[in-house]
């Protein structure tokens, strides 16, 4: 069944969604263990703040393409109780850790920083993960070790084992919905507009698609528990009543005959010049 729903406009993301979800679903005492979701909603933050509220988000991560060959944050070896950088791939340790505003960043990250000229002379130099300052100067090179990239790039090594994918394969059964929706009950192609009347509208979908799943598996009798649904003894009938019509010759719709106006035949050239000509 549908549990829940949110109406945003089309160029809003999906990214940080499940957070707001998990949160109606637990004031209504419905929080999941295991929450599915597809790959749009799953960030590092994401994972952490589901964690934090009892929910482990099952979804794939997502990251931009690296070159092959590059060295990522999972060849670093952390201290697992602080989440600080403990050596590099090359077993060289961090001269510091320490919070910083890179990139014109929104928010201050937390940085481990390098020897610059260590780093400079390493054969990884280039594919590491580890960069230098931005300002092209020597100094320290830098990588960024948030719990929020961290939580990600555990989940990219997560994935990597295709026993993730045969528990996340249960989440393919809600595109069944969501098609249901548009199809059946005409989501994708509402006939209202406004915020609150599409509001309305797909709150009113959502209770009846609910109420049909509901009506489709619900017994006809207490006392017969092996009853056959309302829904189903319904459909069974219909397709016994339009078999039964076909086998006789009948239809369940008549034939529609359409009379066709007598139409004069278009005159050739010849006779519109004659005629032209008396």
Same mark, same amino acid.
């Given at each position: 069944?549908?549990?829940?729903?949110?109406?945003? /406009?089309?160029?809003?993301?999906?990214? #940080?969604?499940?957070?707001?979800?998990?949160?109606?679903?637990?004031?209504?005492?419905?929080?999941?263990?295991?929450?599915?979701?597809?790959g749009g909603y799953t960030t590092g933050?994401?994972?952490? =703040?589901?964690?934090?509220?009892? @929910?482990?988000? &099952?979804?794939?991560?997502?990251?931009?393409?690296?070159?092959?060959?590059?060295?990522?944050?999972?060849?670093?070896?952390?201290?697992?109780?602080? /989440?600080?950088?403990?050596?590099?791939?090359?077993?060289?340790?961090?001269?510091?850790?320490?919070? *910083?505003?890179?990139? #014109?960043? @929104? $928010?201050?990250?937390?940085?481990?920083?390098?020897?610059?000229?260590?780093?400079?002379?390493?054969? %990884?130099? $280039?594919? +590491?993960?580890?960069? #230098?300052? &931005?300002?092209?100067?020597? #100094?320290?090179?830098?990588?960024?070790?948030?719990?929020? %990239?961290?939580?990600?790039?555990?989940?990219?090594?997560?994935?990597?084992?295709?026993?993730?994918?045969?528990?996340?394969?249960?989440?393919?059964?809600? =595109?069944?919905?969501?098609?249901?929706?548009?199809?059946?009950?005409?989501?994708?192609?509402?006939?209202?507009?406004?915020?609150?009347?599409?509001?309305? !509208?797909?709150?009113?979908?959502?209770? *009846? +698609?609910?109420?049909?799943?509901?009506?489709?598996?619900?017994?006809?009798?207490?006392?017969?528990? &092996? !009853?056959?649904?309302?829904?189903? *003894?319904?459909?069974?009938?219909?397709?016994?009543?339009? @078999?039964?019509?076909?086998?006789?010759?009948?239809? @369940?719709?008549?034939?529609?005959?359409?009379?066709?106006?007598?139409?004069?035949?278009?005159?050739?050239?010849?006779?519109?010049?004659?005629?032209? !000509?008396?």
């Amino acid at each position: 069944v549908i549990t829940d729903y949110e109406v945003v /406009g089309a160029g809003v993301s999906d990214k #940080g969604k499940s957070t707001g979800i998990l949160e109606r679903l637990a004031a209504r005492g419905r929080q999941p263990e295991r929450l599915h979701t597809d790959g749009g909603y799953t960030t590092g933050e994401a994972i952490l =703040e589901a964690g934090a509220m009892g @929910t482990d988000l &099952n979804s794939p991560a997502t990251r931009g393409r690296l070159p092959e060959g590059s060295v990522g944050r999972e060849a670093f070896t952390f201290d697992e109780a602080s /989440g600080d950088i403990l050596a590099c791939p090359q077993g060289h340790a961090p001269k510091r850790h320490d919070h *910083a505003l890179l990139h #014109g960043e @929104t $928010g201050r990250a937390y940085y481990a920083y390098f020897d610059g000229e260590t780093c400079r002379e390493c054969p %990884l130099e $280039g594919r +590491c993960v580890a960069r #230098g300052p &931005n300002s092209k100067k020597p #100094g320290a090179y830098h990588v960024e070790v948030s719990a929020a %990239l961290r939580a990600r790039d555990r989940r990219l090594a997560k994935q990597a084992d295709p026993s993730f994918w045969d528990v996340y394969a249960i989440r393919a059964g809600s =595109e069944a919905t969501m098609s249901e929706m548009k199809r059946a009950h005409g989501q994708g192609r509402l006939r209202v507009r406004g915020r609150a009347r599409v509001l309305l !509208a797909t709150a009113m979908k959502a209770s *009846a +698609c609910n109420v049909k799943r509901w009506l489709k598996g619900r017994p006809s009798s207490p006392a017969s528990p &092996n !009853a056959e649904p309302p829904m189903a *003894a319904l459909a069974r009938s219909e397709r016994v009543k339009r @078999t039964s019509q076909r086998r006789s010759g009948a239809t @369940t719709r008549p034939k529609t005959s359409y009379s066709r106006p007598y139409a004069l035949p278009r005159p050739s050239y010849a006779d519109r010049e004659r005629r032209r !000509a008396a």
